[in-house]
């Protein structure tokens, strides 16, 4: 590696990231994978992997949300105080929090697909496992290593990320909002109808189905081509491509398909190198607010609506002395879910598409910063306004637009980690940003179950608080990724020049622009 000074000065980690120069002839023309991608447009191919990888959405919903609703049952059946109900959730996002790490540095080695693949194997072997637990111990450790599985399903973004062009990023992957929504009211459905008859065993066993028929369309999916040209396998890279154009009808641009540089795959100091350090910082921190307000929200719900409707109405409720009885004065009594229950549930799911056009609309005009510091700001507002003395139809209004505008939020903020990391990065950016938000979600039960009964006003204010700061560090975010194309390398260049990358001695670094992005 040469250290002349000069290019020590003037190339941002090369001293890490190793490049060999590959000069096409002279006079040859040359295209980059973006590219081609934007060449190509948008067409058939696309709303396939919308439909195959956004179907991922509604899995993951489904493993998720399925605590929530079979809480009530193991609780009853096990004897379980709040805290053990609690750490359920916690054990599960403890467990997607190691795995996120772990699979995306393996994504960024091994590739996205294949990842993708062995995590909803992974998923589906230990969640159907669950249905047989024996025991609360077995249950946590088997929902933990479901939550190990379902990290993996990130790739999923990743791959629709890197096959999108950049104009229709902004509008296609908020979308996939409509398959989580379609996993959570599946889930909450089919719970409504199988937890009352044939028990919550079946319904896990049901609520698996889904991740393993998914497995099966998962051949028609290709291997991300930037993966695979950061790999140095132009010739997939060019194959996936080719078959892309033949599909949407579409030309493939004149020339080779060049293969810049051969770089090291993702390492975590990539990520806190000077020249990412602050953006990566200020991502962990909102990404770990959002999960907390999000899950706070979900896990809440329960405890917010019997607060509002004994606050809204002019006599106390009214309680059936016919279910008093022993078990109901235990610390671990049974309290089953009410048909209205599930019906509220539904209701405030819903929520989580309302603002989908107006959060497209905001990520793509007021830029992806500006947007996300609007929706956390009015996210602190309505977690404040749940302190004032409502109905409960007041109330499951507020938490309709919290479950709208927390999810603007997720929508956001996979969008621009996605788009702010380099191919080499990717994987490892989203993953690690996965791992924090996990830490918020494992902590969020805590506080919705357990301070919430405590001080109702202190845990709303500490949920607005984290709001505030996630607000603060979006809009002082440094890198605004609107309308940028996705960058190839640790050193980012605009499109135009990635093909003329090695016929310039000092790479290009000098350009401001490409610094700056």
């Not at 409509?178 to 028990?199: C, D």
């Not at 830029?367 to 309505?382: K, N, Q």
């Not at 607000?471 to 640790?490: G, M, V």
Request: contains cysteine; hydrophobic residues 50%; glycine residues 8%.
């Amino acid at each position: 590696m040469a250290t002349a000074p000069k290019e020590v000065e003037n190339a941002i980690g090369l001293e890490e990231i190793h490049m060999e120069r590959q000069e096409p002839p002279k006079g040859q023309k040359t295209f980059t994978v973006e590219e081609a991608v934007e060449t190509i447009g948008f067409g058939k191919f696309h709303i396939a992997l919308f439909l195959i990888m956004g179907s991922t959405g509604v899995v993951e919903a489904m493993e998720i949300m399925l605590i929530a609703v079979v809480s009530p049952l193991i609780r009853c059946e096990w004897q379980l105080q709040d805290w053990q109900v609690a750490l359920v959730t916690t054990m599960v996002f403890f467990g997607y929090m190691v795995f996120s790490i772990v699979l995306g540095l393996l994504a960024d080695r091994y590739g996205r697909w294949k990842i993708l693949l062995l995590s909803f194997l992974w998923a589906a072997y230990f969640s159907l496992l669950t249905s047989f637990s024996p025991s609360y111990i077995w249950f946590v450790f088997l929902r933990a290593m479901v939550g190990g599985g379902v990290a993996g399903h990130a790739q999923g973004l990743i791959i629709k990320t890197e096959f999108l062009p950049t104009k229709y990023r902004g509008y296609m992957l908020p979308l996939s909002q409509v398959f989580w929504l379609t996993g959570s009211l599946l889930i909450i459905g089919l719970a409504s109808v199988v937890n009352p008859t044939i028990g919550w065993r079946w319904l896990i066993r049901i609520a698996s189905i889904p991740g393993i028929l998914l497995i099966l369309v998962f051949k028609f999916i290709p291997e991300s081509a930037r993966y695979n040209v950061s790999t140095g396998n132009v010739a997939a890279a060019l194959a996936t491509l080719q078959k892309i154009a033949k599909m949407n009808g579409a030309v493939m641009p004149e020339g080779v398909l060049t293969e810049p540089a051969k770089e090291r795959r993702g390492r975590f100091k990539d990520l806190i190198h000077p020249k990412y350090l602050r953006t990566t910082l200020q991502i962990w921190i909102i990404w770990l607010g959002i999960a907390f307000a999000y899950y706070g929200v979900i896990l809440a719900s329960a405890e917010l609506l019997e607060r509002d409707l004994v606050c809204g109405s002019a006599a106390p409720p009214v309680r059936d002395s016919s279910h008093e009885s022993e078990e109901s004065r235990s610390p671990c009594h049974c309290r089953l879910f009410s048909p209205d229950a599930y019906q509220t549930m539904i209701i405030s799911t819903v929520g989580e598409i309302a603002l989908n056009p107006l959060n497209i609309l905001g990520i793509n005009f007021l830029g992806r910063r500006l947007s996300l510091c609007i929706t956390m700001g009015c996210t602190a507002l309505f977690f404040l306004l749940l302190n004032i003395c409502v109905s409960s139809a007041g109330t499951i209004g507020f938490l309709f637009m919290l479950r709208a505008l927390v999810s603007a939020n997720f929508n956001t903020i996979y969008i621009y980690t996605a788009e702010v990391y380099p191919t080499t990065m990717r994987a490892l950016g989203m993953g690690t940003s996965g791992s924090l938000c996990r830490v918020g979600a494992m902590v969020a039960p805590f506080i919705s179950q357990v301070l919430i009964n405590a001080s109702f006003i202190g845990a709303l204010c500490l949920f607005a608080s984290v709001c505030i700061v996630c607000a603060i560090s979006a809009f002082t975010l440094p890198i605004e990724t609107k309308d940028r194309a996705l960058q190839r390398a640790h050193v980012a260049l605009p499109v135009i020049l990635q093909s003329h990358l090695y016929k310039s001695e000092d790479h290009g670094v000098n350009n401001p622009h490409s610094l700056a992005a």
